[in-house]
């Protein structure tokens, strides 16, 4: 075998690793778990659209997130609260549509699980039948644990979302971090236990201290998905919108940026209107004859 050749090894990874791996199928609920034995961390990313979300795919994200982040970035609304099931419908089929591999999941809305656990259920397998999603994701820890535990069993994946939960911003008077303090830090940790023994397959640390994240990552079995919790959880998501650039005036702390792209769609705007100005656009080379 001379040193171009991979070893055996190496193709095993290759062809079970989540970012770049698995090409000819969706990524699944396994494939979570086998990276979570691992040791492999992996990528999310949130998408509204089906060309955004066929960016990513291509990219080798493991997992898309249709968020009720919609609500605010893609909306125009302050929260995710007015956020509604036709919307995370629509939305959630659009992204289906235009991806391949990566992994669906799509957001409950506020108000389409919070009544009772077969609310949840009925407006799951919407996002299931009508959408086409591989997993569902709703906030709350202990109180949702009878959601959780009944979608499981009907055979809806479930990822959980604790810590800060977006939902409640009128509840919480804003969106202060979660989990400080011992009375605090125990029940996240209730919460992140009641949603693994309930059968969620992840679960989303928003907003919480980062050693208390990686606290939660090593007592649970199941991946841990962190957004402000810091380095140690098994996953990392973001908004995209704030990961590319697009978002307007302040984002939160624990968002990176990779790009600059209001900046760059801003320019390209303007240099189209200044072309249509002059009568520079269109040329020739733009026009039939």
Aim: charged letters at 20%; hydrophobic letters at 45%.
């Amino acid at each position: 075998m001379n040193a171009s050749t991979p070893s055996p090894a190496q193709n095993q990874a290759s062809t079970t690793s989540l970012y770049g791996g698995v090409t000819n199928r969706r990524v699944t609920v396994r494939d979570l778990a086998a990276a979570k034995q691992r040791g492999e961390r992996w990528s999310m990313l949130t998408a509204y659209d089906a060309l955004t979300a066929g960016v990513f795919d291509e990219a080798g994200i493991p997992v898309l997130l249709v968020g009720d982040s919609a609500g605010n970035c893609h909306l125009g609304y302050e929260t995710t609260v007015p956020v509604t099931m036709d919307q995370m419908v629509m939305l959630s089929a659009a992204v289906v549509r235009g991806t391949k591999r990566t992994m669906i999941v799509a957001d409950l809305p506020f108000g389409s699980y919070q009544e009772s656990p077969a609310q949840a259920m009925h407006n799951a397998a919407r996002l299931m039948k009508e959408a086409g999603v591989g997993a569902v994701k709703l906030e709350g820890g202990e109180r949702s644990a009878r959601s959780i535990e009944l979608l499981v069993e009907a055979g809806v994946p479930v990822m959980a979302h604790i810590g800060l939960t977006p939902q409640s911003v009128h509840a919480l008077g804003g969106y202060p971090v979660q989990g400080r303090g011992d009375e605090a830090a125990h029940q996240l940790l209730r919460d992140a236990k009641a949603v693994q023994q309930a059968g969620a397959f992840a679960v989303v640390l928003e907003a919480v201290p980062a050693e208390l994240a990686a606290q939660v990552t090593e007592q649970l079995a199941i991946p841990t998905v962190g957004i402000g919790g810091g380095p140690d959880t098994d996953a990392q998501v973001l908004v995209w919108t704030d990961m590319a650039g697009m978002t307007a005036g302040r984002v939160p702390k624990f968002v990176k940026q990779y790009a600059d792209l209001r900046a760059v769609l801003g320019d390209a705007a303007r240099a189209y209107a200044e072309d249509v100005r002059t009568g520079a656009f269109p040329a020739a080379e733009h026009s039939f004859h």
